[in-house]
């Protein structure tokens, strides 16, 4: 089972840009359809998209032409671009690997290889 862990995340002005960097190990990655989730505080856990191990992508519509899901198997990493942020962004957002894409869909830890978390705070 691969191992994921997040990084990239920080303090970013409204409009400004960050880009979240999921890097994986221990396991076949090429195989795995990665998603990213956000949980702002006192709000459920949501979708922002997924990319599959074939390289489609899938967005929530609130994040759609601000936010890009990449991959790059030959580093074994998930990229979250994220351009026009604003604050209700704010969140700890969370990469998650499954091969199959239903399992990544759940959106609960145990459902997939989830990795720790990063914090993005979107504030003037």
């Known amino acids: 089972q691969v191992h994921l862990e997040e990084s990239g995340g920080g303090l970013v002005h409204p409009g400004g840009s960050l880009r979240l960097s999921c890097a994986g190990s221990?396991?076949?990655?090429?195989?795995?359809?990665v998603g990213w989730y956000r949980q702002a505080p006192g709000k459920s856990r949501e979708l922002v998209g997924y990319?599959?191990?074939?390289?489609?992508?899938i967005y929530e519509d609130s994040v759609k032409g601000r936010f890009t899901i990449s991959r790059d198997n030959s580093k074994k990493t998930v990229y979250l671009q994220m351009d026009r942020l604003n604050v209700n962004d704010t969140a700890v957002y969370y990469c998650?690997?499954?091969?199959?894409?239903?399992?990544?869909?759940?959106?609960?830890?145990?459902?997939?290889?989830w990795g720790q978390g990063t914090q993005v705070t979107v504030s003037s």
């Open positions: 998650v690997g499954a091969v199959n894409i239903a399992t990544l869909l759940v959106g609960q830890p145990g459902y997939g290889s």
């Open positions: 221990g396991g076949a990655f090429t195989r795995y359809s």
């Open positions: 990319i599959t191990d074939g390289g489609s992508t």
